[in-house]
């Protein structure tokens, strides 16, 4: 079985701090990989997309993937009590195209 | 406003009864699936579908039933035959170019 491994958490962070969120995943063959914020008793939002190696920046939000560690991670600069939530990883399957969820990481953020 | 909507944002269901689910897209994606998100839990695949009249069981697919007889609409069926659907269910539908998945937002189903 595949699988996508992320800490549940919570992980507590002071407002303004650098939040650093992680996810290991199994399937050598997924070469997509995303990030979703999802509030309570909300649907998930997509936040970041990565595809390459190396890192991504979008705003306040940076992803890193490494492919030979099998590793992603999604920095959160100027962490704010809005970003308190659940951040879910996810890889899209190498074989089936299916996307494969992590359990997610809650996120508080302190003011 | 393109998007995924998603009704009832509510529903109740008493034992022994089928309900169904709707999920509309406009945004012209050929994917849908439906996922089924419990408390404190990840989500997990319940069908998908990838063209029009044609989808697949996904991991929980026991006791759900799905149609996709237009590329805007997969609706969902909870049969009788789920003996725990009390849960939030999501549907998503993919870009054809990145493969982004976006998701709806959401029912919560109840069981009385």
């Known amino acids: 079985q595949k699988e996508v491994e992320q800490n549940s958490g919570p992980l507590s962070v002071p407002e303004g701090a650098i939040a650093s969120l992680n996810c290991t995943y199994s399937d050598r063959g997924s070469q997509s990989f995303f990030w979703y914020r999802q509030y309570s008793g909300k649907s998930p939002e997509l936040i970041m997309s990565i595809y390459s190696n190396g890192d991504k920046e979008d705003g306040r939000f940076t992803a890193q993937l490494n492919k030979a560690s099998q590793y992603v991670s999604l920095l959160i600069r100027d962490s704010q009590p809005s970003d308190s939530a659940t951040y879910l990883c996810?890889?899209?399957?190498?074989?089936?195209?299916?996307?494969?969820f992590g359990q997610g990481t809650t996120l508080q953020v302190k003011p | 406003d393109g998007g995924i909507t998603q009704s009832p944002k509510y529903l109740f269901r008493k034992e022994g009864q089928n309900v169904t689910l709707s999920c509309e897209q406009n945004?012209?994606?050929?994917?849908m699936y439906w996922y089924r998100q419990d408390p404190g839990q990840g989500l997990r695949l319940i069908y998908y579908?990838?063209?029009?009249?044609?989808?697949q069981k996904g991991d929980i697919a026991e006791g759900y039933s799905v149609s996709r007889e237009k590329k805007e609409s997969f609706p969902l069926t909870v049969t009788s035959a789920q003996k725990n659907p009390t849960a939030f269910y999501l549907c998503?539908?993919?870009?054809?170019?990145?493969?982004?998945?976006?998701f709806g937002p959401g029912t919560r189903l109840t069981v009385l």
């Open positions: 579908s990838q063209i029009v009249n044609d989808f």
């Open positions: 945004l012209n994606h050929d994917a």
């Open positions: 998503a539908s993919t870009t054809g170019g990145t493969n982004e998945q976006f």
């Open positions: 996810a890889a899209r399957s190498g074989n089936t195209g299916k996307l494969i």
